[in-house]
């Protein structure tokens, strides 16, 4: 069995099922619970303890969040289709971080020209 959105192989006991449809749990995860940029709740928290940890700018970043964090920042502003191509990353992680990089204030996304971009979240 494989699971229905992202296609990976799912074993007996590892799918979860949602609407008719067989998913692996971060699928499940992320259906149920879709990452969401505008959440003053997560971004208050988010803030608090970034500060607390001494944190600023790309300081606590994992190594994949300081990479697209960097891209961005190097590019000034990049689409999200040009970001999963120049990164090869998953479409889905990347909706996941940033979420995490507008929490955190460290990347906006605006409107222009009829595109969406990431840029650098400016004070």
């Known amino acids: 069995m494989e699971c229905q959105r992202c296609k990976i192989i799912l074993y007996e006991g590892e799918s979860y099922s949602l ?3 067989a998913l692996c749990e971060d699928c ?3 259906e149920t619970n879709p990452p969401k ?3 003053p709740t997560a971004v208050s928290s988010a803030l608090c303890i970034r500060k607390q940890l001494g944190q600023s700018g ?3 970043l994992t190594e994949q969040q300081d990479k697209i964090y960097k891209t961005i920042v190097q590019n000034g502003k990049i689409t999200k289709e040009e970001l999963i ?3 090869n990353i998953n479409p889905m992680v990347l909706e996941q971080e940033f979420a995490f990089f507008r929490h955190c204030e460290l990347v906006r996304a605006f409107r222009e020209d009829g595109k969406v ?3 650098k979240w400016e004070k």
């Open 19 to 21: 609407n008719g449809k």
């Open 28 to 30: 499940y995860m992320y």
């Open 37 to 39: 940029g505008c959440d």
């Open 58 to 60: 790309n300081s606590g």
């Open 85 to 87: 191509k120049t990164l």
């Open 117 to 119: 971009y990431f840029a």
